[in-house]
């Protein structure tokens, strides 16, 4: 078994309705009871559109599913029209909230400044942020990978004391494989999770170990195993995937 608990989180992005959010999960639950009992060694949540928060949590109560947000405001409450607070994902039991997905930051013109800021948030209410880093095309051609990645991480762990190291999850997106078919090899994602965890471990080398790092990007079944064999690739962030039952149970299969 591996060092870490693996986490397979889906994020499911500006996609379901109420008819078809109720037949994926039910399919997956049924799914996850079908798969060997080490599917209790895996940590799996879904991260879905705020609307359907309330579906999720009533779906998903009595499962070993967790759930989440996609993102969160880094203002506590107030006048912030479209805005969700880190209070209001802890009434539908959130128990993760992902912050600076690549969309997010290019479409939403996030900084990371801004991102570190929701990350200290939602560790105040006690929620797990999954703190999204990756490069884009242009910046691995240029050799700015990790650079690019250490900037990400490094503002968040600015505003972090050392004992919230061991209560983020920290996803590693190559914003060029995200959607697009395109995985990383798994040899290309270790090296950046491994230069992701001596980030971490440069606060607190213990701690670090206990990190879960997720790598994302066009996961599916078929690349999952060779991905998550990696000594640094804890699991997986999963968009695509996420929608399709036998794609993400698949890819929880390939977890555990
Ligand atoms: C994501 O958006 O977090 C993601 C990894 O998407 P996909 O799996 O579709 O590449």
Redesign the pocket.
């Given at each position: 078994m591996k060092q870490r608990r693996p986490l397979i989180a889906g994020?499911w992005?500006m996609n379901g309705s109420l008819v078809t959010n109720a037949v994926l999960l039910s399919e997956l639950q049924s799914g996850i009871k079908n798969l060997s009992a080490s599917a209790a060694d895996c940590d799996v949540a879904v991260c879905v559109p705020a609307p359907y928060l309330a579906q999720v949590q009533v779906a998903l109560q009595t499962s070993s599913i967790a759930w989440g947000a996609q993102d969160v405001s880094a203002q506590a409450g107030g006048a912030y029209t479209g805005e969700m607070s880190v209070s209001m994902l802890k009434d539908f039991s959130c128990a993760y909230a992902?912050v600076g997905?690549?969309?997010r930051r290019v479409y939403h013109a996030e900084s990371d400044a801004l991102v570190a800021e929701k990350t200290l948030r939602l560790l105040e209410a006690g929620i797990t942020p999954i703190v999204?880093v990756g490069e884009t095309l242009q910046e691995r051609k240029a050799g700015l990978t990790e650079a690019t990645v250490a900037r990400q991480l490094n503002a968040v762990l600015s505003v972090l004391d050392a004992a919230a190291l061991a209560k983020i999850v920290v996803?590693y997106?190559p914003v060029w494989?995200?959607?697009?078919g395109i995985t990383a090899t798994p040899e290309m994602a270790q090296q950046v999770h491994a230069f992701l965890r001596s980030q971490l471990a440069l606060m607190n080398a213990e701690l670090a170990e206990q990190v879960q790092i997720l790598y994302?990007?066009?996961?599916k079944p078929d690349n999952a195993v060779a991905l998550l064999a990696m000594k640094d690739i804890d699991g997986?962030?999963?968009?695509?995937?996420?929608l399709k039952s036998i794609d993400f149970l698949g890819i929880i299969a390939a977890a555990i």
């Open positions: 994020n992005k992902i997905h690549s969309e999204c996803a997106e494989a995200i959607g697009t994302g990007g066009s996961m997986g962030l999963i968009g695509g995937a996420a």
